[in-house]
């Protein structure tokens, strides 16, 4: 029978398909890989037609052309993709103010990625039970000035989960961060009796220990779907050039035409609009750092 599905997993060389409210374990016709046109010809997320048979396998027969995808280099790769997930519509950020500690600078890299695959994008400030810190009111501030939904909330207490839950309804939504910033535990709360595997925080290193090791989506009880990836260390650009990098800042380029030099990359040049801004307390100065970080790390 011919069936239309997404995949929800992946297992070596099978995949999980959802269809009707079934699943089928379906393996790839040959055609799909010589025809397709990255590392990763079949992803979380993709919408196939496959062909199935009583004993709930299946054949993915053809993989639907994709509308969006998360990706980052492929091992080994700097030009090569790996698709993380496809068909999605936002990524939610996902950080800790404590254990591991709150790292704006990836969380920039983050939302970057998200304007580069074209998604929506959301930051979710997680561990609040562990106290409030400074620097989590004044990024909460600076992502809500340049429109970046962001809830700050418990997965322990429940805290603030009834106002991410309605930004995660009838989306597709990817999480991504760091291990150990309690993705798999939010999913644990949003999702009744779905009972994910929850990783710890190294006491040496107070970095999160892998609990997530595939890529998986799951459909929420009040509509949508969300992918929980593994923790990423670090996130690579790659396709970003130095020149430009302040559009990825809106707060940056309100005062960039203001620039005493054309093509200012508002680091060394004097007179530099976006520098004073900074002094004067209109740019926040984590966000500029965070821009000469990623600025300095391009080739």
């Known amino acids: 029978m011919i069936v239309n599905g997404i995949v929800v997993r992946g297992h070596g060389k099978s995949f999980i398909i959802r269809s009707g409210g079934q699943e089928f374990s379906c393996e790839i016709r040959g055609k799909i890989k010589y025809w397709a046109d990255s590392t990763t010809p079949v992803a979380v997320g993709d919408d196939v037609v496959i062909s199935t048979n009583r004993d709930g396998s299946g054949m993915i027969e053809v993989v639907e052309k994709r509308r969006s995808m998360f990706c980052r280099p492929a091992k080994g790769s700097n030009q090569d993709k790996q698709i993380i997930a496809a068909n999605i519509d936002q990524l939610a950020v996902v950080a800790s103010v404590k254990q591991p500690t709150l790292k704006p600078g990836l969380i920039d890299r983050f939302l970057i990625s998200a304007q580069l695959g074209n998604l929506k994008s959301l930051v979710i400030i997680n561990k609040i039970d562990l106290g409030r810190i400074p620097l989590l009111d004044d990024l909460q ?88 990836s593994p923790g990423l260390k670090v996130l690579g650009l790659w396709e970003l050039q130095k020149k430009g990098l302040d559009r990825y800042f809106p707060e940056l380029c ?26 004067d307390g209109l740019i926040p100065e984590f966000r500029y750092k965070g821009y000469v970080t990623i600025y300095n790390s391009l080739s």
């Open 141 to 228: 501030k600076a992502y809500s000035d340049i429109g970046i939904p962001n809830y700050a909330i418990s997965a322990i207490t429940g805290e603030g989960l009834d106002l991410l839950e309605p930004a995660l309804a009838e989306h597709r939504t990817i999480f991504a961060g760091h291990s150990g910033v309690g993705k798999s535990t939010i999913l644990n709360h949003l999702i009744p009796g779905l009972n994910l595997k929850v990783g710890d925080v190294s006491e040496h290193t107070n970095r999160g220990i892998h609990a997530t090791s595939s890529i998986e989506l799951f459909e929420l009880p009040h509509g949508g779907y969300v992918v929980d």
């Open 254 to 279: 309100r005062f960039a035409d203001n620039c005493r030099f054309a093509g200012c990359c508002h680091i060394p040049e004097p007179d530099c609009a976006v520098k004073n801004a900074v002094k």
